[in-house]
């Protein structure tokens, strides 16, 4: 995940990160964004209206159309898995490398509403389901080990290759096209899903504001979730 994180750092050794799992937390304490991510029926909402309108108009492309070797590209954080513990075992000092690696390696993350129903269903229409997260290659495994533990059994699991940056186009079109790093064959996307805007193929912050037909794909093929605790949103200027 990208510095601009709004996360905050571990200070205390793994052993205590995880009883710190369990201590209760002052809600009144904690930024509105987190307090309202944890606890809000407005964020479930949201999370299982997305994956049931995705589930209903997969279900209908797929009858209408009959795709084959076809799948869906899901992003990993704040889209399928819930970081949001992490914040909570802080200390209000900021996200730092050293620190986020150490909870992904707890293999610690939820699942988010909606998301384990959606993907089983992705395979039950005989699609498959690959996961493109800027997660760093070393965690990968981790990664992997995290989506089997909440129920989500991901064909791949594509993560950011040293050196790469945070652009994610390069590996959508691996997916696309059955080349490296994908071990897949071509598939056909039929859908993307993401808490951030550059998690859809070549979009970046530059469409707000912007009355532009790429908004047209939101409902059909793009399907964005709600995430106000950090993005590529939070470097816009504010007006």
Same mark, same amino acid.
């Given at each position: 995940?990208?510095?601009?994180?709004?996360?905050?750092?571990?200070?205390?050794?793994?052993?205590?990160?995880?009883? +710190?799992?369990? +201590?209760?937390?002052?809600?009144?304490?904690?930024?509105? #964004?987190?307090?309202?991510?944890?606890?809000?029926?407005?964020?479930?909402?949201?999370?299982?209206?997305?994956?049931?309108?995705?589930?209903?108009?997969?279900?209908?492309?797929?009858?209408?159309?009959?795709?084959?070797?076809?799948?869906?590209?899901?992003?990993?954080?704040?889209?399928?898995?819930?970081?949001?513990?992490?914040?909570?075992?802080?200390?209000?000092?900021?996200?730092?490398?050293?620190?986020?690696?150490?909870?992904?390696?707890?293999?610690?993350? +939820? #699942?988010?509403?909606?998301?384990?129903?959606? /993907?089983?269903?992705?395979?039950?229409? =005989?699609?498959?389901?690959?996961?493109? +997260?800027?997660? $760093?290659?070393?965690? %990968?495994?981790?990664?992997?080990? $995290?989506?089997?533990?909440?129920?989500?059994?991901?064909?791949?699991?594509? %993560?950011?290759?040293? =050196?790469?940056?945070?652009?994610?186009?390069?590996?959508?079109?691996?997916?696309?096209? =059955? /080349?490296?790093?994908?071990?897949?064959?071509?598939? $056909?996307?039929?859908?993307?899903?993401?808490?951030?805007?550059?998690?859809?193929?070549?979009? /970046?912050?530059?469409?707000? =504001?912007?009355?532009?037909?790429?908004?047209?794909?939101?409902?059909?093929?793009?399907?964005?979730?709600?995430?106000?605790?950090?993005?590529?949103?939070?470097?816009?200027?504010?007006?």
């Amino acid at each position: 995940m990208k510095a601009a994180l709004l996360f905050l750092i571990l200070a205390t050794p793994l052993s205590s990160q995880v009883a +710190t799992l369990a +201590t209760p937390v002052v809600a009144d304490s904690q930024p509105l #964004a987190l307090r309202w991510y944890r606890t809000s029926a407005e964020q479930r909402g949201l999370f299982l209206q997305t994956y049931h309108l995705a589930t209903h108009e997969l279900e209908r492309r797929v009858q209408a159309t009959k795709p084959s070797n076809w799948a869906v590209i899901l992003d990993a954080d704040e889209t399928v898995l819930d970081n949001s513990q992490y914040q909570l075992m802080s200390g209000g000092r900021g996200y730092t490398e050293d620190s986020w690696t150490e909870w992904v390696r707890m293999s610690a993350a +939820t #699942a988010l509403p909606g998301s384990i129903d959606f /993907t089983k269903r992705v395979h039950a229409l =005989g699609g498959k389901v690959v996961i493109v +997260t800027n997660r $760093n290659q070393a965690v %990968c495994p981790e990664t992997i080990d $995290n989506l089997r533990n909440i129920g989500i059994a991901a064909d791949e699991v594509l %993560c950011q290759p040293a =050196g790469a940056g945070g652009d994610k186009n390069p590996r959508f079109e691996a997916v696309q096209n =059955g /080349t490296s790093p994908s071990v897949l064959p071509p598939l $056909n996307v039929l859908m993307w899903f993401g808490d951030n805007i550059q998690d859809f193929p070549h979009l /970046t912050q530059r469409l707000r =504001g912007d009355i532009s037909a790429e908004y047209a794909a939101f409902g059909r093929i793009y399907f964005l979730l709600p995430n106000p605790l950090y993005g590529s949103w939070s470097k816009n200027k504010f007006p």
